[in-house]
């Protein structure tokens, strides 16, 4: 009965010790994991924040980096510490993003979200009509093509249609008075064959190769944070613009003769090569004098307006001998002409008191 006793607490010892054994590894694994864990967790937010604060490398990134290059100068900084200071003016609109710029010196007067990604609709059409100005003459002839049948069914039209042949000069009228969608296929698909060298290229090959040109054009003026994928503005996924930005490049619109000359008009009346004789009015009703919204000192630029962007306009005025550019998106129908004129009203009011 000794012996049977003994047998028993030694198996019992045994299996205590196996027991403590089993529960130390136990333990240890368990160590071992939450070491892997709390690594991976920290490494990888480490990971993650290099990665937000990168620069912007690939179309398909919406990630608004906020990094550009000045024009004047050639001085490198952030949009964002150009805009850290206080407004200058003081003014309530309903536009979603807005920047108004000094043309002279690009110092920025007033912002509201002016640096955010957003879908740029039909102001687009500004650096289409500088692009296509690299590569051909205003009085350069070409005649529209099939192309015109790539845009959407409730786009805004020039009316265009196919064997007409224009200047150059006169699509580029059709595309900024009317906002004509069809102009900007004509110009973009023509441009693109010639910057390819190459007749023979698709419609849809050319816009590619023209659009290639456009945001190499972009980046120049120094709209670092867009990415344009279609010459008309419509809305499609990978699109985007920032009110900074549009203003870059209505600066640059500005500064262009052939340009400045179509953006400042109300009104146009053509005779093309094939006998059209085609009038345009303006879409901006800051140039309409019969409008409501009109103001003298008004000198362009843009409107836009599509689901995404919804309703636009890129305008500049001269003020006292300086010119000052505008830009309001994510706006109504109206209220983007009354945006801009309360804003141009405010800078008018700080320089009579100051």
Same mark, same amino acid.
């Given at each position: 009965?000794?012996?049977?006793?003994?047998?028993?607490?030694?198996?019992?010892?045994?299996?205590?010790?196996?027991?403590?054994?089993?529960?130390?590894?136990n333990?240890?694994?368990?160590?071992?994991?939450?070491i892997?864990?709390?690594?991976?967790?920290?490494?990888?937010?480490?990971l993650?924040?290099?990665?937000?604060?990168? =620069?912007?490398?690939?179309? $398909? +990134?919406?990630?608004? *980096?906020?990094e550009?290059?000045?024009?004047?100068?050639?001085e490198?900084?952030?949009?964002?510490?150009?805009?850290? &200071?206080?407004?200058?003016?003081?003014?309530?609109?309903?536009?979603?993003?807005?920047?108004?710029?000094?043309?002279?010196?690009?110092?920025?007067?007033?912002?509201?979200? !002016?640096?955010?990604?957003?879908?740029?609709? +039909?102001?687009?059409?500004m650096?289409? #009509?500088?692009?296509?100005?690299?590569?051909?003459? =205003?009085?350069? $002839?070409?005649?529209?093509?099939?192309?015109?049948?790539?845009?959407? !069914?409730?786009?805004?039209?020039?009316?265009?249609?196919?064997?007409?042949?224009?200047?150059?000069?006169?699509?580029?009228?059709?595309?900024?008075?009317?906002?004509?969608n069809?102009?900007?296929?004509?110009?973009?698909?023509?441009? @693109?064959?010639k910057i390819?060298?190459? *007749?023979?290229?698709?419609?849809?090959?050319?816009?590619?190769?023209?659009?290639?040109?456009?945001? $190499?054009?972009?980046?120049?003026?120094?709209?670092?944070?867009s990415?344009?994928?279609?010459?008309?503005?419509?809305?499609?996924?990978?699109?985007?613009?920032? #009110?900074?930005?549009?203003?870059?490049?209505?600066? #640059?619109?500005?500064?262009?003769?052939?340009?400045?000359?179509?953006?400042a008009?109300?009104?146009?009346?053509?005779?093309?090569?094939? @006998?059209?004789?085609?009038?345009? *009015?303006?879409?901006?009703?800051?140039?309409? =004098? +019969?409008?409501?919204?009109?103001?003298?000192?008004?000198?362009?630029?843009?409107?836009?307006?599509?689901?995404?962007?919804?309703?636009?306009?890129?305008? &500049? #005025?001269?003020?006292?001998? /300086?010119?000052?550019?505008?830009?309001?998106?994510?706006?109504?129908?109206? &209220?983007?002409?009354?945006?801009?004129?309360?804003?141009?009203? /405010?800078?008018k009011?700080q320089?009579?008191?100051?």
């Amino acid at each position: 009965m000794v012996h049977q006793n003994i047998s028993v607490n030694c198996d019992k010892g045994n299996r205590w010790k196996a027991k403590k054994r089993k529960s130390i590894y136990n333990s240890a694994v368990c160590i071992v994991l939450c070491i892997i864990i709390t690594v991976a967790v920290f490494g990888g937010g480490n990971l993650l924040g290099v990665s937000k604060g990168s =620069p912007f490398t690939g179309k $398909e +990134s919406m990630i608004n *980096n906020g990094e550009f290059s000045q024009m004047d100068g050639g001085e490198s900084g952030t949009v964002s510490s150009i805009l850290d &200071a206080d407004n200058s003016i003081s003014v309530d609109i309903s536009a979603q993003n807005a920047i108004v710029m000094g043309a002279a010196t690009n110092t920025v007067l007033y912002q509201k979200n !002016g640096t955010h990604r957003i879908a740029p609709a +039909s102001t687009a059409k500004m650096i289409t #009509a500088l692009t296509v100005l690299d590569y051909f003459s =205003p009085n350069d $002839e070409l005649t529209v093509g099939a192309e015109i049948r790539m845009i959407h !069914g409730d786009s805004s039209r020039a009316w265009l249609t196919k064997g007409d042949t224009l200047t150059v000069r006169q699509l580029l009228i059709a595309l900024m008075l009317p906002s004509g969608n069809d102009a900007a296929y004509t110009l973009a698909v023509n441009t @693109g064959k010639k910057i390819a060298g190459d *007749n023979g290229l698709t419609n849809k090959q050319s816009i590619h190769v023209f659009m290639d040109k456009v945001n $190499e054009k972009s980046q120049m003026l120094g709209a670092e944070n867009s990415n344009f994928v279609v010459p008309d503005g419509y809305d499609v996924d990978g699109q985007y613009t920032t #009110a900074y930005d549009l203003a870059l490049i209505a600066k #640059a619109c500005l500064d262009n003769p052939i340009i400045s000359q179509i953006v400042a008009s109300y009104t146009s009346s053509e005779s093309w090569a094939n @006998g059209r004789v085609v009038t345009y *009015n303006n879409t901006n009703e800051l140039l309409n =004098p +019969s409008s409501q919204w009109y103001r003298p000192e008004v000198i362009g630029l843009k409107t836009g307006n599509s689901s995404l962007a919804g309703a636009c306009l890129v305008s &500049a #005025a001269v003020i006292n001998g /300086e010119t000052y550019i505008c830009v309001v998106m994510g706006s109504t129908e109206d &209220a983007r002409f009354q945006d801009s004129i309360d804003i141009y009203d /405010e800078i008018k009011a700080q320089q009579k008191y100051n």
